[in-house]
């Protein structure tokens, strides 16, 4: 017997690894038949495989018979409807994999309960119990029941297929997880067709995020060309003059008025660079490190919050050398890391949060190894740093009073 293969009945079904092909073929030839019978619908024309393509490609490789059964149904949507479900219930497949077939039968669903919805409606008739039945499976709880899988994976199925059906598809064909898919479909549209491209290719998807956010970011920035202190940064490093209101803060250094210009909080919280607030320079997703003292720390926060950014970590910097505190010896300052949007490290690495590094003698001055730490977490972007002295870094822009 003669079957076709209808291409979109074919795109319905997770295609096998080559070594779970392989392994199939062996056993079909050990055994010397075909046990399993294929699956058709017979239409008035041809007679459609709807399961049982590998054994068919083994059946006509190797010349082995072959028995079918006959699967009775209305139209095509019904026959995908028979494919999907009969798919779902294949031991080789991921549960991810199972959500995506899940989403295709929440669709196929909605699809044929609203065709039989608008043909009663021309009839002027009640919606008749199949059509109530078919409409009630648009919900994806009722599809995770039936499944027996989280809702939650199904709904980030249909999120990804109606993002990006290329990657829907790589969730189909197991290439990738429903949480890597999500990750590729949220970004911009060229860094995921970059992504999508370099996971084809072999490249493992943290990787293939990263290098094509980078590759995006650059691309766009070199074709804006901006010049310093214009256009948006993506990393923002700080060490603002705090202005010590009602402290006693003379050390060994003197007090921080004697060496540079204070800003109270509120001049903090409104500070521009240029014409331009804080929190209107930096990108979409970008990143603050700032430098704050105990005696600050509380402070601190609404500063974050009104240059646009949210608290998320901190550094500890041993200075090694004791400073004669109130309650204690102030020993040590924190670098606050905050985010706006999503800014997480570019390179994965596991970075000590307490740094012993011996304080130098002049006031305020920070270790540039903590530059050096940043630089390593983040590989790409524009930088900036705010109130630094001296010449700017390599690599950074600088603005303050005292840059040279």
Not at 328 to 344: A, D, P, W
Not at 355 to 371: A, L, V, W
Request: glycine share 4%.
């Amino acid at each position: 017997m003669t079957l076709v293969i209808d291409d979109e009945f074919k795109s319905l079904i997770p295609a096998l690894l080559p070594e779970e092909f392989k392994q199939l073929e062996m056993n079909i030839l050990q055994d010397g038949e075909i046990k399993e019978p294929l699956a058709i619908w017979k239409t008035d024309k041809v007679n459609l495989l709807l399961d049982g393509h590998n054994r068919y490609k083994v059946a006509n490789k190797n010349n082995i018979a072959f028995l079918t059964t006959e699967i009775d149904l209305i139209d095509r949507d019904h026959a995908k409807l028979w494919i999907a479900t009969h798919q779902l219930g294949r031991r080789n497949l991921t549960d991810d994999q199972r959500a995506y077939i899940a989403n295709e039968i929440r669709d196929i669903r909605s699809k044929i309960a609203k065709r039989i919805s608008e043909e009663n409606l021309l009839k002027g008739t009640k919606k008749p119990e199949s059509a109530k039945s078919a409409q009630s499976g648009r919900t994806s709880t009722l599809i995770a029941n039936e499944s027996k899988l989280p809702e939650r994976k199904i709904r980030l199925a249909q999120e990804i297929k109606k993002i990006d059906p290329i990657v829907s598809e790589m969730v189909r064909s197991g290439d990738i997880s429903l949480v890597e898919g999500r990750k590729i479909a949220n970004l911009s549209i060229i860094a995921r067709q970059m992504a999508t491209k370099s996971v084809k290719n072999g490249k493992d998807v943290r990787t293939a995020i990263r290098e094509a956010k980078k590759e995006n970011y650059n691309t766009i920035v070199a074709a804006s060309k901006p010049k310093k202190l214009e256009g948006t940064y993506r990393i923002l490093y700080a060490d603002p003059p705090w202005k010590y209101i009602g402290l006693n803060q003379v050390d060994e250094y003197g007090h921080a008025e004697c060496h540079y210009d204070c800003l109270d909080d509120n001049q903090l919280k409104n500070y521009k660079v240029g014409n331009r607030l804080v929190k209107d320079i930096m990108d979409k997703n970008s990143v603050l490190f700032i430098w704050v003292t105990s005696p600050m720390l509380e402070r601190c926060f609404p500063i974050i919050e009104a240059w646009g950014f949210e608290y998320k970590s901190s550094f500890v910097w041993d200075k090694v050398k004791h400073n004669m505190g109130h309650y204690n010896s102030v020993r040590h300052e924190l670098l606050l890391i905050s985010t706006k949007g999503s800014c997480k490290p570019d390179i994965p690495k596991l970075v000590d949060s307490v740094q012993s590094i011996e304080r130098s003698n002049k006031h305020s001055e920070k270790p540039e190894e903590f530059r050096t730490i940043i630089d390593s977490l983040y590989d790409h972007g524009r930088r900036l740093e705010l109130f630094h002295r001296g010449k700017p870094p390599e690599g950074w822009d600088a603005e303050g009073n005292e840059v040279i």
